[in-house]
């Protein structure tokens, strides 16, 4: 089995950037897609980012395009989110997660999870 682990997150204050990471050990990485969802609290969990097997293509929810990118090296077993503009709005627990069949925008679709990083962007 798969195991994601975050790193990256922090404080920011509103207009700057985070990049975080995922760090992905066990079966071969480049068999999984990627993605990344947040939650803040009080709210569902929701779709942020997600990029096929190869990294040829990405998704992005209305909310996050043209402000977060997700990229993967295959090599190192990593997938990262640049995020840049950020808003308070996007202060939430980032995760990051796996799956094997097929790039997907719903969280119950993905079967392994990381334990989140928090991010808190401030006005």
């Known amino acids: 089995q798969a195991q994601l682990v975050e790193s990256g997150g922090g404080w920011v204050q509103a207009g700057g950037s985070l990049r975080l990471s995922c760090a992905v050990s066990g079966p071969t990485f480049s068999n999984y897609y990627m993605a990344w969802f947040r939650q803040a609290p009080g709210k569902d969990r929701e779709f942020v980012a997600a990029?096929?097997?190869?990294?040829?293509?990405?998704y992005y929810p209305k909310s996050v395009k043209g402000r977060f990118t997700i990229s993967r090296d295959n090599a190192k077993n990593t997938v990262y989110l640049q995020m840049n503009s950020l808003k308070p709005e996007d202060t939430a627990v980032y995760y990051c997660?796996?799956?094997?069949?097929?790039?997907?925008?719903?969280?119950?679709?993905?079967?392994?999870w990381g334990q989140g990083t928090q991010v808190t962007v401030s006005s």
């Open positions: 990029i096929n097997r190869s990294g040829g293509s990405t």
């Open positions: 997660a796996a799956k094997t069949r097929g790039v997907s925008d719903i969280s119950d679709r993905y079967d392994y």
